[in-house]
Antibody
């Protein structure tokens, strides 16, 4: 069964770039019909959609984060990546990767999440 | 984009029914049938309970149901059980080709 696992530094300094990866196992990130994306949740707050990428390479981002976000896939390694530049304390959150079925709003598989703290 | 509007909290006794609302605009909830509902227990990843307004994934109890009228979507849980106590989030597709979540509702089973 498909599983997602986020990984990356737990601590990032202000103004630097946050880089996370999501390892996809039990299935191929190249499979047609799916979007792969990132969602975050600041401590004690709600969910925020960051963006996603279609298996064919098209990317879609939250308009409020678009200028700082890059989402990509490495099909040879079955990896999804997130880069968020110029981070501030407001970017401190649990970051989740998730799969969404194309033609639906259903995000059906989620990673367990990884906590990122922005602090000097 | 602004978060969809949900009540901060709702509560009910075991066996009762509760409804959580999710209000957006014609550019998101009202414009598309891509409203989903997610359940999140403390320290856990969200789990989809309803997708595309009223569809239930296999394995989700039929006590969970969804609907939409105009710019407001609703999640109803009937026959409340203790394990339903969690945070619930709605989400919707938007006219900006993006997705937006609601602020979340904490469900307490009394």
């Amino acid at each position: 069964q498909l599983q997602l696992q986020e990984s990356g530094p737990g601590l990032v300094k202000p103004s630097e770039t946050l880089s996370l990866t999501c390892t996809v196992s039990g299935g191929s990130i190249s499979s047609s019909g799916y979007y792969w994306g990132w969602i975050r949740q600041p401590p004690g707050k709600g969910l925020e959609w960051i963006g996603n990428i279609y298996y064919g390479g098209s990317t879609y981002y939250n308009p409020s984060l678009k200028s700082r976000v890059t989402i990509s896939v490495d099909t040879s390694k079955n990896l999804l990546s997130l880069k968020l530049s110029s981070v501030t304390a407001a970017d401190t959150a649990v970051y989740y990767c998730a799969r969404r079925i194309s033609g639906s709003g259903r995000m059906d598989v989620w990673g367990q999440g990884t906590t990122v703290t922005v602090s000097s | 984009q602004s978060a969809l509007t949900q009540p901060a909290s709702v509560s009910g006794s075991p066996g009762q029914s509760i409804t959580i609302s999710c209000t957006g605009t014609s550019s998101d909830v009202g414009g598309y049938n891509y409203v989903s509902w997610y359940q999140q227990h403390p320290g856990k990843a969200p789990k989809v309970m309803i997708y595309d307004v009223s569809n239930r994934p296999s394995g989700v109890p039929d006590r969970f149901s969804g609907s939409k009228s105009g710019n407001t979507a609703s999640l109803t849980i009937s026959g409340l059980q203790a394990e339903d106590e969690a945070d619930y989030y709605c989400s919707s597709y938007t006219s900006s080709s993006s997705w937006v979540f609601g602020g979340g509702t904490k469900l307490t089973v009394l």
